[in-house]
Nanobody, 122 residues
Framework: VQLQASGGGLVQAGGSLRLSCAASGRTFSSFIVGWFRQAPGKEREFVARISWSTGTTYYADSVEGRFTISRDTAKNTVWLHMSTLRPEDTALYYC????????????????WGQGTLVTVSS
Protein backbone atom coordinates (compact mmCIF):
# COMPACT_ATOMS: atom_id res chain seq x y z
CA VAL A 1 0.00 0.00 0.00
CA GLN A 2 1.24 3.51 -0.81
CA LEU A 3 0.46 6.36 1.54
CA GLN A 4 0.21 10.03 0.68
CA ALA A 5 0.22 12.54 3.52
CA SER A 6 -0.76 16.15 3.01
CA GLY A 7 -2.20 19.20 4.75
CA GLY A 8 0.77 20.59 6.61
CA GLY A 9 1.55 24.27 6.75
CA LEU A 10 2.35 27.28 8.88
CA VAL A 11 -0.11 28.21 11.61
CA GLN A 12 -0.08 30.45 14.65
CA ALA A 13 -0.21 29.01 18.13
CA GLY A 14 -3.78 28.23 19.07
CA GLY A 15 -4.73 27.55 15.48
CA SER A 16 -5.86 24.40 13.72
CA LEU A 17 -4.82 22.22 10.80
CA ARG A 18 -6.14 19.06 9.25
CA LEU A 19 -3.77 16.45 7.85
CA SER A 20 -4.86 13.71 5.51
CA CYS A 21 -3.41 10.31 4.68
CA ALA A 22 -4.70 8.69 1.53
CA ALA A 23 -4.02 5.10 0.57
CA SER A 24 -3.49 3.73 -2.89
CA GLY A 25 -2.72 0.27 -4.10
CA ARG A 26 -5.19 -1.29 -1.73
CA THR A 27 -7.76 -0.23 0.82
CA PHE A 28 -7.02 0.36 4.48
CA SER A 29 -9.26 -2.55 5.35
CA SER A 30 -7.79 -4.49 8.32
CA PHE A 31 -5.03 -1.92 8.83
CA ILE A 32 -3.98 0.06 11.84
CA VAL A 33 -3.18 3.58 10.63
CA GLY A 34 -1.03 5.84 12.73
CA TRP A 35 0.32 9.35 12.73
CA PHE A 36 3.83 10.01 13.94
CA ARG A 37 5.95 13.13 14.07
CA GLN A 38 9.59 14.03 14.13
CA ALA A 39 10.92 17.35 15.31
CA PRO A 40 14.42 18.51 14.37
CA GLY A 41 17.02 16.67 16.41
CA LYS A 42 14.48 14.36 17.99
CA GLU A 43 13.35 10.81 17.44
CA ARG A 44 10.16 10.01 15.60
CA GLU A 45 7.31 9.71 18.07
CA PHE A 46 3.80 8.33 18.13
CA VAL A 47 0.92 10.81 17.90
CA ALA A 48 -2.31 8.88 17.29
CA ARG A 49 -3.67 5.73 15.71
CA ILE A 50 -6.95 4.29 14.51
CA SER A 51 -8.15 0.81 13.76
CA TRP A 52 -9.71 0.91 10.31
CA SER A 53 -12.08 -1.98 11.02
CA THR A 54 -13.36 -0.87 14.43
CA GLY A 55 -12.65 2.85 14.51
CA THR A 56 -10.91 2.51 17.87
CA THR A 57 -8.52 5.38 18.49
CA TYR A 58 -5.61 6.05 20.79
CA TYR A 59 -3.57 9.18 21.43
CA ALA A 60 -0.28 10.23 22.89
CA ASP A 61 -0.72 12.10 26.16
CA SER A 62 0.78 15.21 24.61
CA VAL A 63 -2.04 15.55 22.07
CA GLU A 64 -4.99 13.98 23.92
CA GLY A 65 -7.92 16.36 23.84
CA ARG A 66 -6.41 18.55 21.11
CA PHE A 67 -6.01 16.15 18.18
CA THR A 68 -8.62 13.86 16.67
CA ILE A 69 -7.91 10.99 14.31
CA SER A 70 -10.73 9.77 12.10
CA ARG A 71 -11.31 7.79 8.94
CA ASP A 72 -13.34 8.21 5.79
CA THR A 73 -14.07 4.76 4.41
CA ALA A 74 -15.50 6.09 1.17
CA LYS A 75 -12.32 8.03 0.42
CA ASN A 76 -9.92 5.49 1.92
CA THR A 77 -8.42 8.34 3.89
CA VAL A 78 -7.40 8.95 7.48
CA TRP A 79 -7.56 12.46 8.92
CA LEU A 80 -5.73 14.08 11.77
CA HIS A 81 -7.55 17.14 13.03
CA MET A 82 -5.18 19.25 15.10
CA SER A 83 -6.44 22.11 17.22
CA THR A 84 -5.05 24.39 19.90
CA LEU A 85 -1.68 23.94 18.28
CA ARG A 86 1.45 24.78 20.22
CA PRO A 87 4.97 25.63 19.04
CA GLU A 88 6.12 22.27 20.41
CA ASP A 89 3.81 20.57 17.88
CA THR A 90 6.15 21.76 15.12
CA ALA A 91 7.44 18.69 13.30
CA LEU A 92 7.38 16.62 10.17
CA TYR A 93 4.23 14.53 10.42
CA TYR A 94 4.09 11.03 8.91
CA CYS A 95 1.27 8.59 8.43
CA UNK A 96 2.01 4.91 8.62
CA UNK A 97 0.13 1.65 8.43
CA UNK A 98 0.41 -1.92 9.58
CA UNK A 99 -1.67 -5.07 9.50
CA UNK A 100 -2.15 -6.75 12.82
CA UNK A 101 -2.48 -5.66 16.40
CA UNK A 102 -2.47 -2.02 17.41
CA UNK A 103 0.83 -0.59 18.55
CA UNK A 104 2.49 2.75 19.10
CA UNK A 105 5.99 1.63 18.17
CA UNK A 106 7.53 3.10 15.03
CA UNK A 107 9.45 -0.04 14.16
CA UNK A 108 6.31 -2.13 13.78
CA UNK A 109 4.86 -0.02 10.97
CA UNK A 110 6.14 -1.21 7.57
CA UNK A 111 4.26 1.25 5.37
CA TRP A 112 5.05 4.96 5.49
CA GLY A 113 4.04 8.03 3.62
CA GLN A 114 6.27 11.00 3.02
CA GLY A 115 6.17 13.60 5.75
CA THR A 116 4.16 16.78 5.75
CA LEU A 117 5.60 19.72 7.64
CA VAL A 118 3.64 21.46 10.37
CA THR A 119 5.10 24.68 11.73
CA VAL A 120 3.46 26.43 14.66
CA SER A 121 4.61 29.97 15.34
CA SER A 122 4.39 31.58 18.75
Amino acid sequence: VQLQASGGGLVQAGGSLRLSCAASGRTFSSFIVGWFRQAPGKEREFVARISWSTGTTYYADSVEGRFTISRDTAKNTVWLHMSTLRPEDTALYYCAARIGSATNYVRYYPYWGQGTLVTVSS
